[in-house]
């Protein structure tokens, strides 16, 4: 637990206890005592013994749909990290459609002061309307409210538009829009970075995810990633859903200025 409340934030025992036991349950670590022990033995034996080139790379794990508390608690940890200029938070996406789940973590970074920067898709372009088209026509799990790309992006620019009122006047958010069609969605807190593919019927969110430590001494994975999000973020037009003006009309006209 101390060690916990160093690296990222403080933490009640009784919230940490229950982390502790949702690992267990995850990974079946079971018994009355030592657990702890147990599963630090098995993550050694099945993740870095049994492959060491993963975890050089920086490769953490690989889920199944995006992690929510894994990227809460990194958004939790921000402000702790080292070096200062690595206390940032960077999102890649067409658009976000869990953005609410973490919104909370979010409103606090912005308030100690966190960098945070927002890559979606500008509504209105060519690249939205292509990836819609695509969902619709090959999804066989999503409903039609997810699909609509234009109204999900004005959505997000919405909540991001109270994230910005709540931590007025110096609100450290930046957010771009895109009219080109990235290959991966990236959320960055921090160290941590959790990257899925754009696939065919499938929001991003609900394919596989790569967990990926930053600290990592080989970079292949994590700072071509980074390389991407860093030219998409140049390409892109900024954009402040400012609270209390009609950025709606701007938005509309945005790329065609």
Not at 24 to 42: A, D, E, N, T, V
Not at 118 to 146: D, G, K
Request: glycine share 4%.
């Amino acid at each position: 637990m101390e060690a916990y409340q160093h690296c990222y934030s403080a933490i009640e025992e009784e919230a940490f206890t229950q982390r502790l036991r949702t690992i267990y349950r995850k990974f079946r670590i079971q018994g009355r005592g030592y657990k702890l022990p147990q599963l630090h033995r098995f993550l050694i034996s099945e993740y870095r013994q049994s492959d060491p080139g993963f975890y050089g790379i920086g490769l953490v794990g690989i889920h199944h749909s995006f992690p929510t508390e894994i990227f809460a608690d990194a958004l939790d940890g921000v402000s702790q990290c080292e070096p200062p200029e690595k206390r940032r938070v960077d999102i890649l996406q067409t658009f976000a459609p869990n953005l609410d789940h973490y919104r909370p973590q979010l409103i606090r970074c912005l308030r100690q002061g966190v960098r945070v920067r927002v890559l979606l898709a500008w509504p209105y372009s060519q690249a939205a309307r292509l990836r819609e088209a695509v969902l619709q026509r090959y999804t066989s799990t999503l409903q039609a409210h997810e699909i609509d790309i234009q109204s999900c992006v004005i959505a997000n620019l919405e909540t991001l538009e109270q994230a910005i009122r709540g931590s007025q006047p110096s609100c450290p958010l930046e957010i771009r829009l895109y009219d080109t069609l990235p290959s991966l969605a990236i959320y960055r807190a921090g160290h941590t970075m959790i990257a899925a593919p754009f696939l065919h019927g499938s929001l991003a969110i609900h394919t596989f995810q790569l967990e990926l430590d930053l600290q990592a001494d080989n970079p292949l994975i994590t700072g071509t990633l980074l390389n991407d999000f860093e030219l998409m973020w140049d390409v892109a037009r900024p954009f402040a859903p400012l609270p209390d003006q009609n950025w709606r009309n701007d938005l509309k006209i945005l790329f065609a200025r």
